[in-house]
């Protein structure tokens, strides 16, 4: 009887919290957010569960099956990641554009 008890207060918190340390380890999430196009080029902007967001590019001529792109840095939002592709790819002469 004791050794019952000892197992309902010991083991099933230590599981409990070998449970929740290990759902943290979860793999992160890409999502697609939107896709355009600007000069020669085409992009799809993508974010992750941890709120950063990044861009795959292509020529107007590739396939975006063709897994022939570019994938840039990360940034902090959708906004400075269009600006990104606007000044660098789509022949844009934007405000924000580094000069």
């Known amino acids: 009887m004791k050794l ?3 197992l309902k207060v010991a083991v099933i918190p230590v ?3 070998f449970s929740f340390l290990s ?4 793999a992160l999430a890409d999502y697609l957010t939107s896709n355009g196009a600007g000069g ?3 992009y ?3 974010s992750s569960d941890n ?14 099956e063709s897994g022939s792109y570019s994938t840039t ?3 902090p939002s ?3 990641a269009l600006i990104y592709f606007d000044c660098n790819y789509g022949g844009q002469n934007l405000p924000e554009c580094p000069r």
């Open 78 to 80: 959708s906004r400075e």
């Open 23 to 26: 759902t943290s380890n979860t």
């Open 44 to 46: 799809e902007l993508w």
């Open 4 to 6: 019952i008890k000892i």
């Open 73 to 75: 840095p990360h940034f």
């Open 51 to 64: 709120n950063d967001y990044y861009l795959k590019i292509w020529s107007n001529e590739a396939s975006p």
């Open 15 to 17: 599981l409990t919290v």
């Open 40 to 42: 020669e080029y085409r």
